[in-house]
């Protein structure tokens, strides 16, 4: 039977690497946002947005999914409205889609706060998990967008009869350009701006990061991790946590960084220096370098969300994971995290993004 593909989401960094490697293994694939501008001419663009439904209706009329993989969110003010919106978004889509009959599968993309909580408490005193991060720990006593996403999707289920999983990727590392949450090509940016300014590149972050255990999740092993459990008949209906496979310090990795970059580092000194701080003023820095080395993006903020990189960076625990759930079920990929960065790095030259 043919798999039609559904990628909410698609210009992100999970949804854009998730639509690749959906196209290369052969299946029709479609990429919902609200102004599609797919780099890959064979994935099918779907202009629609997720808070109109009357725009949903119109958007998916001919496209009859097998197989839904919601890989957006929306941040708003509020985590109350993170939670009315976000659940809003996932609900208004599976009751466009649940007439159609045609939905086998739906994969839902959350992370780690599912663990260590929203924004607005995140990973503060009191709401510390003990590491490493499993798939049994309860859900915490605090509104979480996360779990309002799940909510919508198990809901859907009942109703209309679809398998489903839930992947729960730490940071995701991968190319994307206009992403909300994006370290990689944040730290890229940064490192960028202090080789053409002769300064340092300054660990952002906290101790606890900077000394201890992490893991990211590359956006290919995401990719893969998506298809498996949506595909693989024993690992579905199950949520999964979802990272390379290895672990890292960011005291080590943090100076192989500077020197890809051919720069100097400096590491945790006692206090945080946010990236925020550090980068406040640096959109005219990196218009004129964009000019200058002939890049494709003069506007910093498509590239960098250093807003999200310091809440990562800035945990006051070390944050590791499991994957051991996944390993059982059957999901053997794994990948280097060095390689994820170096990776990533080069692919953004290769796109004139970074000199």
């Not at 051919?262 to 220096?273: H, L, R, T, W």
């Not at 004129?288 to 003069?298: G, M, R, V």
């Not at 079920?329 to 004139?352: A, H, P, S, V, W």
């Amino acid at each position: 039977m043919k798999r039609i593909a559904l990628v909410v989401g698609a210009s992100g960094i999970t949804g854009g690497n998730l639509a690749e490697k959906l196209i290369e293994q052969g299946w029709e694939t479609y990429g919902l946002s609200r102004s599609p501008n797919p780099e890959n001419e064979k994935l099918i663009p779907v202009a629609a947005d997720l808070l109109d439904l009357k725009s949903l209706e119109t958007g998916l009329t001919n496209i009859m999914p097998t197989h839904v993989f919601i890989t957006t969110w929306m941040r708003n003010d509020t985590e109350a409205e993170n939670v009315r919106v976000n659940g809003l978004m996932v609900r208004n889509l599976l009751s466009v889609l649940s007439p159609k009959k045609t939905v086998e599968h739906v994969a839902l993309v959350t992370g780690l706060k599912h663990y260590l909580g929203p924004f607005e408490a995140y990973a503060k005193e009191g709401f510390l998990p003990e590491t490493p991060l499993r798939e049994e720990h309860p859900r915490l006593d605090l509104e979480n967008f996360y779990y309002a996403q799940e909510d919508e999707v198990y809901a859907g289920a009942a109703r209309d009869g679809y398998t489903w999983s839930i992947h729960r990727p730490h940071t995701v590392i991968g190319h994307a350009v206009g992403n909300a949450m994006n370290m990689g090509t944040t730290l890229a940016a940064y490192a960028t701006i202090c080789k053409e300014t002769g300064n340092a590149f300054i660990w952002p972050g906290s101790r606890a990061q900077w000394e201890g255990i992490s893991d990211v999740t590359d956006a290919s092993v995401l990719a893969a991790h998506l298809i498996w459990a949506s595909t693989t008949d024993a690992a579905k209906n199950q949520a999964y946590n979802v990272v390379n496979g290895d672990v890292f310090r960011w005291n080590r990795l943090w100076k192989k960084i500077a020197d890809y970059f051919e720069i100097a580092s400096v590491g945790f000194n006692g206090d945080i220096n946010p990236l925020e701080d550090q980068m406040s003023n640096a959109s005219l820095i990196w218009a004129e370098i964009a000019s200058k080395y002939h890049l494709k993006e003069t506007n910093l903020d498509r590239l960098a969300s250093a807003w999200h990189t310091d809440l990562d960076l800035g945990r006051p625990i070390e944050v590791m994971t499991s994957m051991s759930k996944s390993r059982k079920f059957g999901f053997m990929e794994y990948q280097d995290t060095e390689e994820t960065f170096f990776n990533l790095f080069e692919r953004l030259r290769d796109k004139k993004l970074i000199p």
